[in-house]
């Protein structure tokens, strides 16, 4: 061990000799809560080095899966394997994976150093060596002046570097990171995000993470895996999602999503708008007829014009764009991104024609009754 | 009753230039219920010292018995004590980690020995006991296990509220320790204070019991100066002076060596000590919290 660290990089800290980087699958994944179904046959890869974060609302089964990963719950059927073993006769002692939980979970009777250390120490590394690398790991996270300190003494971020750090020091063979943001305020959850994933592909650890925030979801992650009812809706990268999500459910989980009335043709044509426009991703439920049309902010036109299809009720200034609010007739509200130099017109209460562009996405959905 | 209710009125008006006079006030009426509580709890050590006199008490230690009495009892707290936290702090770990749905119903049962009289116990216990317990006196220290029970499993209850225990032990868990180095590493230093708290009330319990060791027919600290008593008042008194003295000590010495090093961690072990325990006392007598 101590030749491996010393011949690691700067910090004597590279990738784990065989350890970081170890590709996960989980394969038909179910468990249920008496009647509640948390998890409906759950199936996902994740590459050796990769961020796969979990999105989904409470109770879509996320954490499940990650605490069946990380061994503290268990599959009723499905199987998940690590480096192409299958783990389940393996105690969560024994799994090799660092977690971080939501709530701040340091040891309240150890400094920061010796919480690092813990996992060091029932490995059974020498002390002097085990200082040096929790130490280290202290230094990566930006706490060594805080290694002393006991969890008490400690900001919330704070513990849950040094919780990152803990984890990161048993050379995990992936990192379990559970909502570890969700009790920070918004600006060290910002911070925390772009060090926890700088840390990660540095180190090149195989992470699943999981949270209920599209934002961080979407800025950290390689993949993002949309679940709902137990089950994944759709995975993909960021932008993947962004602009070509599967299903309606990912497409209003995911950024801002407008509802317009429309008529499905059939096949892959919808009418919205006055407007024959074709459609994305997939809609086995929806009968030709009435149906919802889903068109982000981006996908829809507004100019003024005396006798248009709505008026406008508000606008947003965002920077470059401005996002205005409409009410179309029939009580429809929507939200049109337009470039700010040319929204400088749409005060509230013009009269606008929205339109829709035809080479967007556009999905469809049953009605909303 | 009239200046304590203008001293509170006034103690809640938020005035920066009253607060300087109003902080010299309020300590009067505290004082005069201290000066109160302290002459009730006084004065009759005071007569006990008045009427035993300061030469009885180097007699107490000359006396036949004092030496096996006070033996035995600090060997039956020594023992009650080590028995109640092997048997006492895994059950509640494990209440608190895999079974939180009869926290209620642990909470009834180690009620019992507090609702059922000494007596009662120490008699049915006489009649079925086996020979091999009833011929040493360290039954009695299993007898005081169960008497110690309900203030030991509160003790360790509130201790254990007080800690994320789930989260921690899969942490630990997580980082690759088994249950018993998670308890030990892990848990015990978190709920150090709750033990300790144990340990004073078993200990407090043990030396101050006289029913069951008297009908046991063994002379502890307690039964001792009882029997005394026919020989000699004035040593007897000094006795149960000194006991109330030595078990002070004792109960302080505890509190200090077991929050050592407390500090440093910022626990302020000592004063959650006396909040454990007054919340232990409270849910006991059935007082809210």
């Known amino acids: ?369 | 009753m009239a200046a304590i209710a203008r001293a509170e009125a006034e103690a809640q008006i938020p005035s920066p230039v009253r607060s300087a006079g109003g902080r010299r006030s309020f300590p009067v009426w505290r004082w005069v219920i201290l000066l109160l509580a302290g002459i009730y709890f006084l004065i009759p050590l005071y007569a006990a010292v008045k009427f035993a006199g300061f030469r009885s008490f180097p007699d107490v230690f000359r006396q036949a018995g004092f030496v096996s009495a006070i033996g035995l009892s600090l060997r039956l707290a020594l023992i009650t004590t080590v028995i109640t936290l092997l048997l006492m702090v895994p059950t509640v770990v494990y209440v608190h980690l895999r079974l939180p749905r009869i926290r209620r119903l642990m909470e009834a049962i180690t009620i019992l020995p507090i609702v059922i009289p000494p007596i009662v116990l120490i008699v049915g216990v006489l009649k079925v006991a086996p020979g091999f317990l009833l011929s040493t006196p360290y039954l009695l220290a299993l007898m005081y296990v169960v008497l110690a029970m309900p203030f030991a499993y509160r003790s360790l209850d509130a201790g254990l509220r007080a800690f994320d225990l789930k989260t921690m032990v899969e942490a630990s868990n997580g980082l690759g320790a088994g249950l018993p180095t998670t308890l030990w590493r892990v848990v015990i230093p978190n709920i150090r204070t709750a033990m300790l708290s144990a340990v004073v009330l078993t200990v407090a319990l043990v030396l101050g019991e006289f029913t069951m060791a008297s009908l046991d027919l063994y002379v502890t600290f307690p039964v001792w100066i009882v029997d005394f008593e026919q020989n000699s008042g004035y040593v007897s008194v000094a006795a149960s002076l000194l006991a109330l003295f030595v078990t002070w000590i004792l109960l302080m010495l505890i509190v200090t060596v077991g929050s050592r090093g407390a500090r440093k961690r910022g626990g302020g072990e000592v004063a959650l000590f006396s909040v454990a325990t007054t919340r232990t006392i409270g849910k006991i007598t059935g007082e809210p919290e």
């Open chain 1, 1 to 369: 061990m101590t030749t491996n660290t010393a011949a690691g990089t700067a910090t004597g800290l590279g990738p784990a000799g065989g350890g970081a980087g170890a590709p996960v699958a989980m394969q038909g994944l179910s468990r249920s809560f008496g009647a509640v179904r948390a998890l409906d046959g759950l199936t996902l890869d994740i590459a050796p080095g990769e961020l796969v974060a979990l999105l989904g609302p409470s109770g879509c089964g996320k954490t499940t899966a990650l605490r069946i990963v990380a061994g503290f719950e268990f599959a009723d059927s499905g199987t998940v394997t690590v480096d192409g073993r299958d783990i389940a006769p393996i105690p969560a002692a024994r799994r090799d994976m660092g977690m971080v939980f939501q709530s701040y979970s340091l040891f309240p009777n150890m400094s920061a150093l010796d919480n690092v250390g813990f996992g060091l120490r029932l490995r059974k590394t020498s002390g002097a060596d085990r200082a040096r690398r929790a130490a280290a790991l202290l230094d990566m996270v930006g706490l060594s002046g805080q290694a002393r300190q006991y969890p008490h003494q400690l900001s919330g971020g704070q513990q849950q570097r040094v919780a990152l750090a803990r984890a990161l020091a048993i050379e995990p063979r992936v990192l379990l990171l559970d909502e570890p943001l969700s009790a920070l305020d918004a600006k060290v959850r910002l911070q925390l995000r772009e060090q926890i994933r700088t840390l990660q592909q540095r180190l090149g650890t195989t992470t699943l993470f999981v949270t209920h925030d599209q934002q961080e979801a979407l800025s950290m992650a390689d993949r993002v895996g949309v679940m709902k009812d137990g089950r994944l809706e759709q995975i993909a990268t960021p932008s993947e999602l962004y602009s070509t999500p599967a299903t309606a459910f990912v497409a209003e989980f995911v950024g801002t999503m407008n509802r317009l009335p429309g008529t499905y043709r059939g096949g892959d044509e919808v009418t919205v708008l006055g407007l024959d426009v074709p459609v994305h991703g997939d809609h086995p439920n929806v009968a030709a007829g009435e149906a919802d049309v889903l068109v982000r902010p981006e996908g829809l036109t507004v100019e003024a014009v005396a006798g248009g299809n709505g008026i406008v009720t508000d606008r947003t200034f965002l920077g470059s764009l401005t996002r205005v609010s409409v009410l179309l007739s029939g009580d429809v509200a929507v939200k049109v991104d337009k470039s700010s130099t040319a929204a400088a017109d749409l005060t509230p209460g013009t009269s606008v024609q929205v339109g829709v562009i035809p080479g967007g996405p556009v999905l469809i959905a049953e009605p909303r009754r």
